[in-house]
């Protein structure tokens, strides 16, 4: 065992160098976002992507691999491409795409931002991101096809912020058609909207099915947080800084976890590459 200023000595050099890293989260996602919205052609649009991005977009570069795996259900077809990429992505990163790469979480990020007071969601909601893989996903395109109300192309927050409403404002500001938005999403959008500013990430944590599916290898990606019991000065820093309510000093690389890494800041949790224990405390 240290003692205790071996201890205090080692957190905060971790957590100093944690804190630089964490402060260029903002630039990496915005550059992220440069990726996403900078369109590169036919070439890559039926690519799948491994982030939560609507490829209906105008600026849209790559496909949605949500879109995809639903479109394909409704043919009756296995997506093996997309499936291949996320299987890949989530094996090397779990999802740490969720916090550093994804743009709609990003855009969650920054209308959290708002300064009023916020509400904390309850883990157990997190369980609603695999009732919408099955449900909305695959079942409902599977046996009902794309002109189901509940597709979840027609329900997506997404579609209605980055296609609907780019379009409306395009066809209000230029000669380009106007297309507005259909009903339900004119209650989506703005309840999502609304939830977004008055608690953390609620679409992340409640609906996202791609968010819920990368999450399920938290625990065995290649990348991965590790706790150090030895280290905790139980400043409790890990717990109040992590929005998604995770108590990661009792299990690290939970289906919770988006792995924004704010945690780490606190010095006790590193991340990691490869193998490695990921310890909790006694």
Known sequence: MRDMATTIEINRKNARRMRRLVRLRIWVQTAFLAVWLAPMGKAVQSMPSCVFHCYA??????????????????WHAFPLLAVGVLVIVAGLLGSLVC?????????????????????????????GRYLVLIGLVILVPYFWGKDHPLFICRVCPAGGIEVGLTRMILGLTTDAPEVWLGT????????????????????????CPLGGFLALFNRF?????????????????????????????????TKECIRCLECTTCGAIKPQFGGGNTRTKE
């Not at 790469?101 to 909601?125: E, H, S, Y």
Request: net charge positive; proline share 8%; with cysteine.
């Open 57 to 74: 977009c105008p600026l849209a570069s790559f496909a949605c691999p949500i879109g995809v795996i639903a479109n394909f259900s409704a």
């Open 184 to 207: 339900a999403k004119w209650i989506i959008v703005p309840v999502f909207l609304l939830a977004a500013v008055i608690t953390y990430r609620p679409w992340c944590k409640i609906f």
């Open 99 to 127: 916090g550093w790469a994804c743009p709609f979480g990003f855009l969650q990020d920054l209308t959290a931002k708002i300064p009023v007071r916020k509400f904390r969601i309850p883990n157990w909601m997190g369980y």
């Open 221 to 253: 990606s290649v990348f991965h947080l590790r706790f150090d019991p030895d280290a905790c000065t139980e400043c409790n820093t890990c717990r109040s800084r992590c929005e998604m309510g995770v108590h990661v000093e009792q299990a690290v690389n």
